[in-house]
């Protein structure tokens, strides 16, 4: 597609229970970051890939959250045991090797609340 | 730790009015980026700025850098009803952004 996608849009999930995020970047895109945005604040930096380097996990709130880039496409961001506070929009993002200033390009986030 | 400030937070503002969002640090960027969140989306680039003192027009959107490349302003002229949003800043020194707390902008006709 032309943009990154995400899904599900919505996820409503119990406490405890496990989920996880898709995120579709731009085809070509060599970077694909993870963030989460709570009630329409600014976005706190989760995780980061950059081709086949290591992550850079600095981000991640606890050991629950993990997130996996297969292929250097597609990504997943699993939590685990969720808890009421994990609720909000997780965005995703790519960017190309184009970029000279770490311009990025969003997709519409997945919205998540946990019970 | 880079944090950025923006202010004011919300503002709510008639068609027609200028208004200004500022976006503030006490650490210096190697590059600042404005972004534009609609409700349900994700934020869309609007604009990037490199160098201190830089100036770039946008339409009805007008983007400084600080010269010490500390702080940014947007200023909109004669707001209209499709600027309503949530202004993000964003600063870059690595390959990660640092964005700013937001601002919250109402455009009533």
């Known amino acids: 597609g032309a943009g990154v996608s995400q899904s599900p849009s919505n996820k409503v999930t119990e406490k405890g229970k496990d989920v996880e995020l898709r995120c579709d970047p731009i085809s070509g895109h060599t970077a694909l970051y993870w963030y989460r945005q709570s009630l329409g604040q600014g976005l706190e930096f989760l995780i980061y890939?950059?081709?086949?380097?290591?992550?850079?996990k600095s981000g991640l709130p606890s050991d629950r959250f993990s997130a996996e880039r297969t292929g250097g496409s597609v990504s997943t961001l699993t939590i685990q045991r969720t808890q009421q506070e994990d609720s909000a929009v997780y965005l995703c993002?790519?960017?190309?090797?184009?970029?000279?200033?770490?311009?990025?390009?969003f997709g519409p986030g997945t919205r998540l609340t946990v019970l | 730790t880079q944090l950025l400030e923006q202010s004011p937070q919300f503002l709510s503002i008639q068609e027609g009015e200028n208004l200004t969002v500022y976006c503030n640090s006490s650490s210096v960027f190697s590059s600042l980026q404005w972004y534009r969140q609609e409700p349900g989306e994700g934020p869309v680039l609007l604009v990037t700025?490199?160098?201190?003192?830089e100036v770039k027009k946008l339409k009805r959107l007008t983007f400084q850098f600080g010269d010490a490349r500390k702080d940014s302003s947007l200023h909109i002229t004669a707001a209209q009803t499709g600027d309503t949003g949530l202004y993000l800043c964003a600063g870059s020194n690595t390959d990660k952004l640092i964005f700013g707390t937001g601002t919250r902008l109402q455009v009533f006709p």
């Open positions: 993002a790519s960017r190309g090797r184009a970029s000279s200033y770490n311009e990025q390009f």
């Open positions: 890939f950059q081709g086949n380097s290591a992550p850079d």
């Open positions: 700025v490199v160098t201190g003192g």
